[in-house]
């Protein structure tokens, strides 16, 4: 397993709880998120910017 800093770009325009929902689901497509955070906020493309540490799974390579 090996650790990865990821950014994602969210929609604003949903209400507080779908927000949260679509950040999570975002960043459990890429992993298991350790730790998130916005920060930024886009007002005029209504978008926030959400930088995340992942956790991933590394295929193991056998080794002779």
Same mark, same amino acid.
């Given at each position: ?9 969210? $929609?604003?325009?949903? @209400? +507080? %709880?779908?927000?949260? *929902? @679509?950040? #999570?689901? =975002? %960043? =459990? *497509?890429?992993? #298991? +998120? ?5 920060? =930024? !906020? $886009? @007002?005029? *493309? =209504?978008?926030? *910017? !959400?930088?995340?540490?992942? %956790?991933? $799974? #590394? +295929?193991?390579? @056998?080794?002779?």
């Amino acid at each position: 397993m090996t650790t990865h800093f990821i950014t994602a770009e969210i $929609d604003l325009t949903q @209400s +507080p %709880l779908q927000i949260q *929902k @679509s950040i #999570e689901s =975002e %960043l =459990e *497509k890429r992993g #298991e +998120p350790l730790r998130w955070a916005i920060t =930024e !906020v $886009d @007002s005029q *493309k =209504e978008t926030i *910017k !959400v930088e995340a540490i992942i %956790l991933v $799974d #590394e +295929p193991q390579t @056998s080794q002779i």
